[in-house]
């Protein structure tokens, strides 16, 4: 122990009148396999979603279940619609409630910070899609895209980290891919949840 560790240890022992500067170790316990199949701890994990949050859809547990499986299979959003009798907005509605995205779900047509900035403000969706020359139902799209990763933002991405433990290798835990995160997190930036369309 060097001169300048010596006189920190003098003053803490001092400060706090403790006869010891460390904190006895314990082992941790061995872990232990997650109880449940994948669909049980999907449900989990969804129900405390649902509680959080107020879902777009009306599918129930069991779509949504099969929603998050086919995502982690990488089914398209034409097999998953197919797989629960939906529409693909539907689908498309149901993986934003449950935070998983798609590479192209960031491809916009336009620059996600300005519509924030715009849907911030207050903008009439309407004018927005005519001034970037699109249809409605686009920046409408991408405004809840927009929504969605501030509420990811918001709970650190547990969510989407607790269905990557369930379905992902240790290997493949960085699911999420950087490009989603870059072309997000900027336009994002202290950005509110409740945008209204």
Do not use: C
């Amino acid at each position: 122990m060097d001169e300048k560790t010596e006189e920190l240890r003098d003053i803490f022992m001092e400060v706090t009148d403790a006869s010891s500067v460390t904190e006895p170790q314990e082992d941790e316990r061995g872990a232990i396999a997650p109880e449940g199949s994948p669909d049980e701890r999907t449900a989990e994990v969804v129900a405390a979603m649902d509680e959080r949050y107020e879902f777009t859809t009306d599918l129930d547990r069991e779509g949504l279940v099969a929603i998050v499986r086919g995502f982690y299979e990488d089914d398209g959003d034409a097999e998953l619609a197919d797989a629960v009798d939906e529409s693909r907005h539907t689908v498309f509605q149901a993986r934003m409630d449950l935070h998983l995205f798609r590479d192209d779900d960031v491809e916009a047509p336009f620059d996600l910070d300005t519509l924030r900035e715009r849907l911030e403000d207050g903008t009439d969706v309407a004018a927005v899609a005519e001034e970037f020359d699109v249809a409605e139902s686009t920046v409408r799209r991408y405004g809840r895209v927009l929504e969605t990763w501030a509420e990811r933002r918001a709970v650190g991405d547990r969510f989407r980290e607790a269905f990557d433990e369930i379905y992902l290798d240790a290997d493949l835990e960085d699911h999420t891919t950087e490009a989603t995160r870059d072309g997000l997190d900027e336009a994002t930036e202290g950005m509110e949840n409740n945008l209204s369309f």
